[in-house]
């Protein structure tokens, strides 16, 4: 979506482009979208914000694309202590590496993959780039032990 289109929408439903989903999904096989909605869960299992994804556990290979704001830090927080518990969490962030979030769940706590150029999601029948760059982080019970 354009900077205009997500500043007027409001929403938080840009979608990950399958492509991008696609290729992590071939590794991981997820089990469940922690946070989506009815048309746009990327896993036949997901929470929604009636159940609210924040409150629920967090098991197997699981997917994450958070709303980006005010609260993503409480879902990058719950992802790492979901894989200290055992899970294993894909994430599709923005790739803020000056905020307190990056160096408290993030940095040496979890496999980082810059992505090169913008990531185009997608807004009902819309889609264009991000406004800023993205990153995949990827927590495992194995490097979550590492802290
Ligand atoms: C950026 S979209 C990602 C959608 C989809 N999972 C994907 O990867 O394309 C974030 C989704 O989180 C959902 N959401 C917001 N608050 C939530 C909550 N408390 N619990 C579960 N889902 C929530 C919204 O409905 C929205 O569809």
Redesign the pocket.
Known sequence: MNEVLFASSGS?????PPEL?QKYDAIYHFSL?????RA???CRR???????????PWSGAC??????GR?VEAWIKKAYESAKAGATVVA?LPARTDTAWFHEFVYNKAMVEFLRGRVR??LGDKSGPATFPSMIVIWTPRWSERS
């Open positions: 938080t439903d840009y979608e990950t989903f979208d922690v946070c989506a909605n746009n869960t990327k997901f929470y929604s914000p009636k159940q609210d994804g924040l409150t629920q997917w994450m694309n958070p709303p980006y609260d599709l999601f997608i």
